[in-house]
Nanobody, 121 residues
Framework: QVQLVEFGGGLVQAGGSLRLSCAAS????????MGWYRQAPGKQRELVAA???????NYADSVKGRFTISRDNAKNTVNLQMNSLKPEDTAVYYC???????????????WGQGTLVTVSS
């Protein structure tokens, strides 16, 4: 079974830091883009940050300069370091990956189960 499993999240005070990690497992040949999305109560899911297999990154304007995305292609993992957290960063964070898998050979869009990040003021 191909899946994404997330780690991290929790409760932190404003100005604090958290690190989210995500690992892909299963019959994966390669992963193209990996990223993190978030969904706050009553809002649509939005892209937070993404990283290509070549290391190119893309960030939402609201997190630029505060969040850093990184990945390890050999381990099929992606991390999100979140610094200077604000109450408006409170949301469920989802890992996402575009992966080529075997048995049968096909491309899948994978989502993690979500992890809650709560930033108190």
């Amino acid at each position: 079974q191909v899946q994404l499993v997330e780690f991290g999240g929790g409760l932190v005070q404003a100005g604090g830091s958290l690190r989210l990690s995500c690992a892909a497992s299963g019959s994966i040949l390669r992963i193209n883009d990996m990223g993190w999305y978030r969904q706050a109560p009553g809002k649509q899911r939005e892209l937070v940050a993404a990283v290509s297999s070549g290391g190119s990154t893309n960030y939402a304007d609201s997190v630029k300069g505060r969040f850093t995305i990184s990945r390890d292609n050999a381990k099929n993992t992606v991390n999100l370091q979140m610094n200077s957290l604000k109450p408006e960063d409170t949301a469920v964070y989802y890992c996402n990956a575009a992966a080529w898998v075997t048995s049968p050979y096909r491309k899948l869009e994978l989502w993690g189960q979500g992890t809650l990040v709560t930033v108190s003021s």
